[in-house]
């Protein structure tokens, strides 16, 4: 995934005069290039602004000065550049190229919807664009692979949820459980109570009743008479 960081040089269509020691819009797109070219990126955007202060409306000061916000890593200032390029050019080249550097800071960005729009509006202005075919076929496939993606963890997102509300139901229950085993406890106490104490009872009446009959039989002796005949 490259830019396309071919530096646009101007073509006086005119001849203007210039004071003398006071540089002119092309002589800061030379300068700015020649700085590009040997990697003194912050320097060339000094002199690509420069041209546009001359020159607001020169796209080719733009699209270079995008390219040298590029290589400083400043994404969206060059963005803005490419952009204000589409908006004003003609020339379908040129429109072609700013496109190109559209979809790659897109892409960059995994903003890959924009990617490919930037890339299919760049081979409408130059379908013979190898390179920007690559990048847009190479940018479709990683959307795709984006989205498979989303879909697993939207996927594993909802069984964690789902865990969750079991785990949650689970406690609950046991919760439950742990405040009816109290009273569960409580009931078979008095179960267990009143089955002692149906015990005690019966054995207190059984007591009673064998002292009756030992009183009883007590009293038959002592005030009884013999039934039996004597010989």
């Keep these: ?6 530096l646009l040089t101007m073509v006086l269509l005119c001849c203007t005069t210039v004071v003398f020691g006071q540089k002119s819009e092309r002589d800061y797109m030379r300068s700015g290039n020649k700085l590009y070219n040997d990697s003194l990126f912050v320097k060339a955007e000094v002199d690509y602004r420069k041209a546009l202060e001359l020159n607001p409306k020169s796209t080719d000061a733009m699209y270079n000065l995008g390219n040298a916000l590029l290589m400083q890593n400043k994404a969206k200032e060059a963005m803005e550049q490419f952009d204000a390029v589409t908006r004003i050019e003609k020339d379908k080249g040129k429109l072609a190229r700013a496109y190109h550097n559209m979809g790659v800071i897109l892409q960059s960005s995994k903003q890959y919807p ?3 729009e930037a890339y299919k509006q760049s081979l409408r202005n130059n379908p013979h664009d190898d390179e920007t075919r690559y990048n847009l076929a190479l940018a479709q496939k990683m959307l795709k692979d984006q989205q498979q993606q ?3 963890d939207k996927q594993q997102e909802q069984k964690q949820d789902q865990k969750q509300d079991d785990q949650k139901d ?13 009273q569960q406890n409580q009931q078979q106490n008095k179960n267990e109570m009143s089955k002692e104490n149906a015990e005690q009872l019966l054995n207190a ?8 009959q030992d009183k009883v039989k007590k009293q038959i002796q002592v005030s009884g008479k013999k039934l039996e005949k004597d010989w």
């Design 114 to 116: 924009q990617c490919i």
């Design 170 to 182: 689970q406690n609950k229950d046991q919760n439950e459980d742990q405040k009816k085993q109290p």
């Design 150 to 152: 989303q879909n697993q």
């Design 1 to 6: 995934m490259k830019i396309q960081n071919i």
């Design 205 to 212: 009446v059984m007591q009673d009743e064998k002292n009756v």
